[in-house]
């Protein structure tokens, strides 16, 4: 359940409060391209109350040994994007569809139903308690065309040299892997269009912090708007 801390707290005006069995929800698009800060946003924005829901977490729950998915995917690929335990290796995963859009297809072609089907779970579940703040980080949210599904967009953003560098410094990848992995998505110039917020991450920790306090409060208007005007 929503929950409000530190300069937040005096936004939450009685009939943001006194709504929650009406279901009424704020539900949060939050996406970014890799390497921007995305899970650092999304963790500051939990602190000050929202409910997180992370694709990456519903991703790894969809392909748990003896899963529908963790089956079509051995079947496919075999044994050899498989760990010692017997658990899905992603990495060795990744590496077998990376650069061939037929074998990425296919594979999200297993897992996003099921990744779907959690998500929706998650969402539910959230509207059912009566939270007021729903945020789903979605990497690929524009990719999947998911824009219309959300009442707000936030995009995180970084200059793609400072998101390189953070790829080989912070994850240990070569520099040509994570040039890859840059290049193999939608420039973020293409999403800030579509975004209600946009988060520029590239200075410190305590501009971030500064940066989603602000949105965080706007979040929060918005929420008690959709409260006073009565939307599901």
Known sequence: MLTLSGHSR????????????????????LTGNIASGKSTVAQLLSERGATIIDADV????????????FEAIVRRWGTSVLAPDGHLDRASLRRAVFGNPKELEA?????????????????DDARARG????????????EKKMV???????????PRPLRLERLVQDRGLRETEAMEMIASQMPAELKRARADFVIDNSGTLAQLEQRVSQIWASLLQDAESKVHAGVP
Do not use: W, Y
């Open 10 to 29: 005096s936004l939450a005006t009685p009939a943001l409060k006194s709504t929650l069995a009406h279901g009424l929800m704020l539900l949060v698009g």
């Open 58 to 69: 519903l991703a790894r729950r969809a392909v748990e040994g003896g899963s529908k998915a």
């Open 107 to 123: 594979l999200n072609d297993i897992v996003h139903p099921e990744v779907e089907r959690l998500r929706g779970q998650r969402v």
């Open 131 to 142: 939270d007021r703040i729903v945020v789903c980080d979605i990497p690929l949210l524009f």
């Open 148 to 158: 219309d599904r959300f009442d707000r967009i936030v995009l995180v953003d970084a």
